[in-house]
């Protein structure tokens, strides 16, 4: 009975601590989001950049099929702001979301922004914006929360192909982990 007894509680002490290792190894690669909460309709600056988003609900959309009675399409503005040369090298565009406090999740579709193509004509203090579309229940759309995961690659301007793979090699990625969460 005691060898038994023994057998057994070795056998999960190896299970817990190979599930324990598994995990940590998971967190070094794919670590937990932090979430920095903005106010409703304030900015927040993050890694050189100052953001903004706004929500508005809609009714229909030029272009687009209406929705059924029980769905809301949001036409939402994400704002982003150059604060230096840093802001500016972090041209990326960010992955947006909306979510319920409930933990429901909608992506949603970039329609269009105004960032300039080339590095150099980005102003540093001047506000760009993404603009983009998502669809909700119509009962939920008052109440979802904006989420915004800034890229963190930097666009260097003039940059040869040789070069952006060099400098790859030499630097660690950044961990995606900052997320912006904008309260409505």
């Known amino acids: 009975m005691l060898r038994a007894g023994g057998a057994i509680v070795a056998v999960g002490l190896g299970l817990a ?21 903005v106010a409703p309709g304030a900015a927040m600056t993050l890694m050189h950049v100052s953001w903004k988003a706004s929500v508005e609900q809609v009714d229909s959309l030029p272009g687009q099929k209406p929705l059924p009675a029980d ?31 409930d933990g429901r999740v909608w992506k949603v579709l970039p329609e269009s922004n105004d960032l300039p193509e080339e590095a150099k004509d980005h102003k540093v203090g001047t506000a760009y914006s993404y603009n983009m579309v998502g669809v909700v229940p119509r009962k939920l759309a008052g109440q979802v ?7 963190t690659y930097h666009v260097v301007e003039d940059e040869s192909v040789k070069d952006i793979f060099k400098n790859a090699a030499k630097q660690k990625d950044p961990a995606q982990d900052q997320v912006l969460r904008f309260r409505r």
Do not use: C, F
């Open 71 to 101: 769905r809301q399409w949001l036409k939402i503005k994400v704002t982003r702001t150059a604060l230096d040369a840093e802001g500016v090298s972090l041209r990326g565009e960010p992955q947006v979301e909306v979510r319920h406090s």
């Open 17 to 37: 601590v190979s599930a324990w290792s598994g995990y940590t190894v998971y967190r070094t690669g794919n670590p937990a989001d932090r979430i920095h909460t």
């Open 145 to 151: 929360e904006v989420y915004v995961r800034p890229a």
